[in-house]
T-cell receptor, first 115, second 109 residues
Framework: NAGVMQNPRHLVRRRGQEARLRCSPM?????VYWYRQLPEEGLKFMVY????????ESGMPKERFSAEFPKEGPSILRIQQVVRGDSAAYFC?????????????FGDGTRLSIL | EDQVTQSPEALRLQEGESSSLNCSYT??????LFWYRQDPGKGPEFLFT???AGEEKEKERLKATLTKKESFLHITAPKPEDSATYLC??????????FGTGTRLQVFP
């Protein structure tokens, strides 16, 4: 059952290092979404991508965060110079096409801890 | 600011004790309302999509309904395996989901 695959499941970084989170969408899905879940808070939208295009990045912090979804390979969420406040669970979701009739299916997340 | 509010925050039920979870929203121009289930350490698992007031969807012991300002997730005769956090989310002018903070359901045998 090839669901949305995220790796690593757990990632530990020291302050100032870079974190790279990967997401492989479900087979046949070309739309990827990234969400962040802070402790005791709800899931917050970060960015929506299609192959080689960023469609909506209204939830991305202005600095240090970037995302890509290349023609080949997984989507990558990159956090540069991590700080303690970046500690959270980062979830990726995918859908076969954008739009109302296509629910987003989630991976099991990457739990990022900053020392 | 558009918001999604879920209540109660936590709910403890005896096995077989039916109840309802509430999700109220203030977005303008709702396109869809989604229910997800999330188990500890896992990602949200899709349950239902509702599009318009009056619509209902059912799956096993779960039934979701939608009005113009809120949605209910009814749980009939719950079992311990229904214990999870239930999340509500909406879309309006884009495909991004706006989530509530969830209801943590515990069902005791």
């Amino acid at each position: 059952n090839a669901g949305v695959m995220q790796n690593p499941r757990h990632l530990v970084r020291r302050r100032g290092q870079e974190a790279r989170l990967r997401c492989s969408p479900m087979k046949g899905h070309s739309h990827v979404y990234w969400y962040r879940q802070l402790p005791e808070e709800g899931l917050k939208f970060m960015v929506y991508l299609q192959k080689e295009n960023i469609i909506d990045e209204s939830g991305m912090p202005k600095e240090r965060f970037s995302a890509e979804f290349p023609k080949e390979g997984p989507s990558i969420l990159r956090i540069q110079q991590v700080v303690r406040g970046d500690s959270a669970a980062y979830f990726c979701a995918s859908s076969p096409a954008g739009g109302l009739n296509q629910p987003q299916h989630f991976g099991d997340g990457t739990r990022l801890s900053i020392l | 600011e558009d918001q999604v509010t879920q209540s109660p925050e936590a709910l403890r039920l005896q096995e077989g004790e039916s109840s309802s979870l509430n999700c109220s929203y203030t977005v303008s121009g709702l396109r869809g309302l989604f229910w997800y289930r999330q188990d500890p350490g896992k990602g949200p698992e899709f349950l239902f999509t509702l599009y318009s007031a009056g619509e209902e969807k059912e799956k096993e012991r779960l039934k979701a309904t939608l009005t113009k300002k809120e949605s209910f997730l009814h749980i009939t005769a719950p079992k311990p395996e229904d214990s999870a956090t239930y999340l509500c989310a909406v879309t309006y002018n884009t495909d991004k989901l706006i989530f509530g903070t969830g209801t943590r359901l515990q069902v005791f045998p």
